[in-house]
Nanobody, 123 residues
Framework: QVQLVESGGGLAQAGGSLRLSCAAS????????MGWFRQAPGKEREVVAT????????YYADSVKGRFTISRDNAKNTVYLQMNSLKPEDTAVYYC????????????????WGQGAQVTVSS
């Protein structure tokens, strides 16, 4: 079992930055792929970024490419999402998730989920 807890959400102005953290407990994150997803009101949950257990493979949705950076520190059992140049359309609840492959982009392929962190970007 893996328990995931997100932190770092909040309110930012357009063009600003926020960093989300996802702390894992229950077992080591070694050999586990991680992903960040988001869900805006009335919309389906969508992938934002994924990362392999080693950090050597990352994936970014086109909408965040060049603005967001996913990283991980396995020694701290923590995954991060650095969000720069934020836009109002980035407003959503952000979830971290753990799964077996960073190539999986569908939420139903991930086994464990955090409770979510609200990110609100004002124009």
């Amino acid at each position: 079992q893996v328990q995931l807890v997100e932190s770092g959400g909040g309110l930012a102005q357009a063009g600003g930055s926020l960093r989300l953290s996802c702390a894992a407990s229950g077992r080591s994150l070694n050999s586990i792929a991680m992903g960040w997803f988001r869900q805006a009101p009335g919309k389906e949950r969508e992938v934002v970024a994924t990362i392999s257990w080693s950090g050597g493979y990352t994936y970014y949705a086109d909408s965040v490419k060049g603005r967001f950076t996913i990283s991980r520190d396995n020694a701290k059992n923590t995954v991060y999402l650095q969000m720069n140049s934020l836009k109002p359309e980035d407003t959503a609840v952000y979830y971290c998730a753990a799964g077996s492959s960073p190539a999986f982009l569908r939420p139903d392929r991930y086994d464990y989920w955090g409770q979510g962190a609200q990110v609100t970007v004002s124009s």
